[in-house]
T-cell receptor, first 111, second 110 residues
Framework: EAGVTQFPSHSVIEKGQTVTLRCDPI?????LYWYRRVMGKEIKFLLH????????ESGMPNNRFLAERTGGTYSTLKVQPAELEDSGVYFC?????????FGQGTRLTVV | SQQGEEDPQALSIQEGENATMNCSYK?????LQWYRQNSGRGLVHLIL?????REKHSGRLRVTLDTSKKSSSLLITASRAADTASYFC??????????FGAGTTVTVRA
């Protein structure tokens, strides 16, 4: 069974540019989450989809971040415009019951 | 809000030794999970312990859970260089949403 897949694995962009991260959850998983770890700190929740609906987006830092999950399948997280403090590792995860499976993460560096 | 907090923040041990790290949390939970992140890689799920369980084993890993003290411990026995990583506990704050601590960085010296 394929796991949670994230693209790209690394991204280096300049401040002010736009970046879109993609996540393909495990097939059949209704729940999809975005988390991020900034500057070696704790991993923080960003938002939660149940199928195509945003269940909880309380962790989204500001309106420069936009997440979508078209058709309840893959999800994208767009950062526009990117700021230096957005650098970090962005994790996507999916779950159907108790165990949450994480992807490899996208390491975003804003310079 | 940060739910799980790991202790110690960093741990350096010799290969073959055991490594123990602790996690404390604040509110009641359904489950507690431990994850590992190797440098530059993603989060790997290690073990899940339910709130009605007290101890669980998986290979060289042993997890305990004390809901009365709101704490959990992860023991790695006979450590190997490949165990060098950051370890996180995660609690289910609201249904499926996980709350992580800052993690314990474990370095296993050859």
């Amino acid at each position: 069974e394929a796991g949670v897949t994230q693209f790209p694995s690394h991204s280096v962009i300049e401040k002010g540019q736009t970046v879109t991260l993609r996540c393909d959850p495990i097939s059949g998983h209704d729940n999809l989450y975005w988390y991020r770890r900034v500057m070696g700190k704790e991993i923080k929740f960003l938002l939660h989809f149940v199928k195509e609906s945003k269940q909880d987006e309380s962790g989204m830092p500001n309106n420069r971040f936009l997440a979508e999950r078209t058709g309840g399948t893959y999800s994208t997280l767009k950062v526009q415009p990117a700021e230096l403090e957005d650098s970090g590792v962005y994790f996507c995860a999916s779950s159907q019951y108790r165990e949450t499976v994480f992807g490899q993460g996208t390491r975003l560096t804003v310079v | 809000s940060q739910q799980g907090e790991e202790d110690p923040q960093a741990l350096s041990i010799q290969e073959g030794e055991n490594a123990t790290m602790n996690c404390s949390y604040k509110t009641s939970i359904n489950n507690l999970q431990w994850y590992r992140q190797n440098s530059g890689r993603g989060l790997v799920h290690l073990i899940l312990i339910r709130s009605n369980e007290r101890e669980k084993h998986s290979g060289r890993l042993r997890v305990t859970l004390d809901t009365s003290k709101k704490s959990s411990s992860l023991l790695i026995t006979a450590s190997r260089a490949a165990d060098t990583a950051s370890y996180f506990c995660a609690t289910d704050e609201d249904d499926y949403k996980l709350s992580f601590g800052a993690g314990t960085t474990v370095t296993v010296r050859a």
